[in-house]
Nanobody, 125 residues
Framework: QAQLVESGGGLVQAGGSLRLSCAAS????????MGWFRQAPGKEREFVAA????????AYTDSVKGRFTISRDNAKKTVYLQMNSLNPEDTAVYYC??????????????????WGQGTQVTVSS
């Protein structure tokens, strides 16, 4: 099993940056593909970014390509989401997710098995 705890959210002005972290517990963290999802008020949860267990492959939703970067440190059992050039449309609760299935963490299959509690990101104009 994996338990996930996000941190790093906050309030930032448009054009600013934030780095989210997701700390995982469990001995098999390095086996899991990891993803970030977000949910804005009144909207469905959507896929943002994902990274393979090895770090060899990444995926992003179109709206964040070139602005967000996902990375991981398996030794620290942590996955990161570096968010640059933030705009108000990025305002949402951001969730970290883990699964052994790549389709799940990229939002194309069933929901991932494990989720964090979420961290709020608010971008002011």
């Amino acid at each position: 099993q994996a338990q996930l705890v996000e941190s790093g959210g906050g309030l930032v002005q448009a054009g600013g940056s934030l780095r989210l972290s997701c700390a995982a517990s469990g001995r098999t963290f390095s086996s899991y593909d990891m993803g970030w999802f977000r949910q804005a008020p009144g909207k469905e949860r959507e896929f943002v970014a994902a990274i393979r267990w090895s770090g060899a492959n990444t995926a992003y939703t179109d709206s964040v390509k070139g602005r967000f970067t996902i990375s991981r440190d398996n030794a620290k059992k942590t996955v990161y989401l570096q968010m640059n050039s933030l705009n108000p449309e990025d305002t949402a609760v951001y969730y970290c997710a883990a699964d052994l299935n790549w389709q799940s963490v990229t939002g194309r299959g069933r929901l991932p098995d494990y989720w964090g509690q979420g961290t709020q990101v608010t971008v002011s104009s």
